[in-house]
């Protein structure tokens, strides 16, 4: 059984935490009914780490109902915060940090007898999520190279309201260009988006008694944490359900079982194409068990709607790369195979990956569903997001806008922000140059010729 | 004449304890349409073939299962166990904690060397316990990373520890449409290895199967389960014993033992011309066929249509590529039944297929990274392919 390591910083990354470690226990406890998978959650989120630079939702934690499963060994706070400024969390607070926090992480590693992965999640508009957070990836990277390092980043949504949120990203992505292994990019008005459009289903009464009001997803019933009215539970819950069924294959039995070190091999085929958008589905409850097939085929073409990507992107009119299908619950392997099939004509795919799907059937569906789809997409539909990122950036770098608090933050240099964009311009490159092949017809290549 | 199994990866796993279940319900089924001297003979030829006895009268499976990942090991020790009728070797597995990530090169050239010594010494231990060995059988997937990985190099030393005994893969040609990404890129790799350390692939496509549960069995949501019920259903025919030459209750027969590696004639074959257009291409030509009966009226059966030219390529007489074996004694309550050992083109279009994927594939230099990461280089690749595409000329100009 191998271990992961969650490290959550920063405000967001820390809220995002909570819900995640809510939902994994309320997960373990549906389960742990049957005594036999006791083994396979406690053993699996081994340890968290909880960095902030600010106290505040650190402190809400400790004194919150999730106070017994974090010791405060995991911790690592500060007072004054970073300022929503990229330079303070990566360059001052990491190298402040940076013993403590290696001392931290090696403590986590130890407990672990076969450590496998790097949780990280966290903000990219901030300074402290997006400045330390992308600081300890390089760390991470050098003590724990052989351990996969997973980025959930949260990516600001155009109306952002911190204004340097374009320098900030910008600057941590070159940080997750060159030492994440796989993002998983998200955005908050995707996640808003989606839980507005659950609200109206479940408030219109038109499913009436098909549809359980709460789902895992949009309700905190049995939860530890108090119902907060706070806009961003909800959101938080969706990224939750994500972390919680990206590695549920690889926590429980199933037919066809899919580790963490396999969504790598299969949707990275380049090191720096490794973005994944990411789907899951369905988002409320069905009050019926046994799911028609009509249902369950709806569950594989809602993934690929635009509607249910977690960050803005149309991934049915760009073009694929690879996609994993993560399926949870009585859904067997005929039915996966149908609904590729069926999808199939609809969707594009690279010419050198004209069937790169990659899949997984987890007998265990997750806690209120029967069943469940965790769909990631490496597809070029997360350029539009980078271009608008950079072109925000530009508008203000243009402008020398709020510059000089970055630069006068020790170690911070003009070309710390070039660099930075010339990372993500090429990014941009390397997705256009595919996204140029998309209508070119698919050539084979000649084979080999063998003399007899 | 006893035979060793390896199981590797979930696939191997999942589908080598469906088989020994297979095996040990049709030795025990009542219903063997033949004689109690004959049922007996045939149950214990099949359980000193398969299964070794164990004190409290449970027979273990002469199997060795080997995953890089626990959970699907300790599912099929335990469901063996639960079944009450037979079960694995307590100590006959080797289990390690993280998996091989769908990636050929990892399974190969990390995992293989670093466990060889724990996984060569397990399957010494089974060929210790047998009287008489016939040979191996190794059941894995081409598609993943430790089936496929692996299973090359188990493969591969066990031709170097026991060159002398047979060693039959039995190979799952994943389904066309993606289970894994990367699954030609490691079925080329798998295939170009085998090819030169085993002595026979018995190939069973998931599509195929799977085509059989959906439209000759009419299972209408299909899960991996019945599809490995079919496989075995199938293998369990193929191995389960049969008479040797001497006639009954001899039941000596090698089921490895058959000369699959056909060498074309001394003098050489025939000029590759263009093919003669009268040649009406209604059959994959053979090069050899092996036909299995079992149960009511065998000795009667007529098998004259498999001794007819057309099936076989020009250099090869029918008398020397058709085999038949017999036994009264019915498979799995059928009261007759036949199955088909083929060595012929039917493999052609499939493999071209795999090859020409996983060559578009390569000619982008996708994922090679992943596999160069572990010490498989492009001119692995490279060697890989050459080999596959003198395979395929090869059935190609039968």
């Not at chain 2, 590797?8 to 297979?22: A, H, M």
């Not at chain 2, 890089?68 to 009728?85: D, F, H, Y």
Request: proline share 4%; with cysteine.
């Amino acid at each position: 059984m191998t271990q992961s390591v969650v490290v959550q910083i920063g405000q967001c990354g820390n809220q995002i935490g909570c819900c995640f470690w809510d939902l994994a226990l309320r997960e373990h406890a549906a389960v742990n009914q049957k005594g036999i998978y006791d083994e396979a959650i406690s053993s699996f989120f081994r340890n968290a780490v909880l960095i902030d630079m600010e106290e505040g939702v650190v402190n809400e934690i400790l004194q919150g109902p999730l106070r017994d499963v974090f010791d405060s060994k995991q911790l690592i706070t500060d007072i004054s915060g970073s300022g929503n400024n990229w330079a303070m969390g990566h360059k001052v607070f990491g190298s402040l940090y940076q013993e403590q926090i290696l001392e931290k992480l090696r403590k986590s590693a130890e407990h672990c007898d076969c450590l496998q992965c790097f949780f990280i999640i966290h903000s990219m508009g901030g300074g402290t999520g997006s400045g330390l957070g992308t600081f300890l990836l390089k760390v991470l990277e050098d003590e724990f190279p052989e351990v996969y390092r997973f980025v959930t980043s949260i990516y600001p949504s155009s109306e952002d309201d911190v204004i340097t949120s374009p320098y900030n990203s910008i600057l941590a992505m070159k940080e997750l260009n060159e030492h994440a292994d796989c993002v998983l990019p998200i955005d908050n008005q995707s996640l808003f988006d989606i839980i507005s459009k659950i609200d109206l289903v479940v408030n219109s009464g038109k499913l009436d008694t098909t549809v359980k009001p709460k789902s895992l997803v949009t309700s905190s019933a049995g939860a530890l944490k108090k119902q907060h009215k706070k806009p961003f539970d909800a959101m938080n819950n969706i990224v939750a359900n994500l972390l919680l069924n990206l590695t549920s294959s690889a926590r429980f039995e199933g037919s066809l079982n899919m580790d963490l070190n396999e969504i790598s091999m299969n949707l990275v085929p380049f090191p720096q194409l490794h973005y994944l958008v990411s789907s899951l589905t369905p988002l409320y409850t069905l009050a019926d068990v046994n799911i028609p097939p009509r249902r369950l085929d709806q569950m594989f073409s809602d993934a690929f709607s635009k509607d249910h990507q977690l960050m803005r992107a149309d991934p049915k009119h760009s073009l694929y790369l690879a996609c994993a299908l993560m399926v949870r619950g009585n859904v067997q392997i005929s039915d996966l195979r149908r609904n590729i099939e069926r999808l199939k004509p609809s969707l594009r795919f690279v010419s050198w990956n004209q069937e790169g799907w990659k899949t997984s059937l987890c007998s265990v569906p997750p806690v209120g569903h029967s069943h469940s789809l965790l769909a990631l997409a490496n597809n070029t539909c997360v350029k539009p997001t980078f271009v608008e990122l950079r072109e925000r950036f530009m508008r203000l770098y243009k402008k020398k806008a709020h510059l000089h608090h970055y630069l006068q933050v020790e170690g911070m240099e003009e070309s710390c922000f070039t660099e930075a964009v010339s990372s993500l311009s090429a990014l941009i490159q390397e997705y256009n140059q595919l996204d140029a092949t998309k209508s070119m017809p698919v050539a084979d290549i000649p084979r080999l010729s063998i003399a007899m | 004449m006893s035979i060793v199994t390896v199981q590797l990866g979930q696939c191997g796993n999942q589908i080598g304890f469906e088989v020994f279940d297979t095996l040990f319900s049709d030795s025990h089924s009542s219903q063997g349409l033949c004689s109690k001297r004959e049922n007996e003979a045939y149950q214990a030829s099949c359980k000193e073939r398969f299964f070794s006895e164990e004190e409290n009268g449970v027979p273990i499976a002469r199997a060795v299962l080997v995953d890089m990942e626990p959970k699907v090991i300790n599912q099929t020790l335990s469901k063996a166990a639960q079944s009450g009728r037979w079960k694995y070797g307590q100590h006959a597995y080797f289990c390690q904690k993280q998996g091989s990530g769908n990636n050929w090169a990892y399974g190969y050239s990390v995992h293989g060397p670093r466990h060889e010594e724990s996984i060569m010494n397990l399957i010494q231990k089974e060929v210790e316990k047998c009287d008489s060995l016939s040979g191996f059988f190794i059941i894995m997937s081409m598609a993943g990373g430790t089936g496929s990985g692996i299973g090359a190099f188990v493969t591969q030393n066990l031709q170097d520890h026991y060159a002398h005994s047979l060693k039959m893969n039995q190979i799952i040609w994943p389904y066309g449409t993606g289970e894994v990404i990367v699954q030609n890129y490691n079925s080329i790799l798998t295939l170009s290895h085998l090819y030169r350390s085993s002595d026979a692939l018995l190939v069973h496509e998931n599509d195929a199967v799977h085509k059989i549960c959906a439209k000759l069995m009419n299972i209408k949501q299909i899960s991996f389960s019945d599809i490995n019920q079919v496989l075995a259903h199938q293998l369990g025919s193929v191995f389960q014993p049969v008479y040797s030459a001497e006639g009954s209750f001899h039941y000596r027969r090698n089921p490895l033992g058959i000369d699959w590696q056909v060498r074309p004639p001394i003098s050489g074959l025939p000029p590759l011309g263009k093919m003669p257009l009268n040649k009406e291409l209604h059959f994959n030509t053979s090069i050899a066929n092996l036909a299995i009966l079992r149960g009511k009226d065998v000795q009667s059966a007529d098998l004259e249509g498999f001794k007819d030219p057309a099936l076989y390529t020009s250099w090869l007489e029918p008398v020397d590529a058709f085999n038949v074996w017999k036994t009264q004694r019915a498979f799995s309550k059928y009261e007759k039944s036949a199955s088909l050992v083929s060595n012929s083109q039917f493999l052609v279009k499939p493999l071209d297929m795999i090859v020409g994927k996983a060559w578009n594939m390569f000619a982008s230099k996708a994922y090679l990274h992943q596999y160069t990461k572990f010490g498989i280089e492009e001119e692995d690749f490279l060697d890989s392919f050459t080999l596959l595409e003198q395979v395929v000329a090869s059935y190609y100009n039968l």
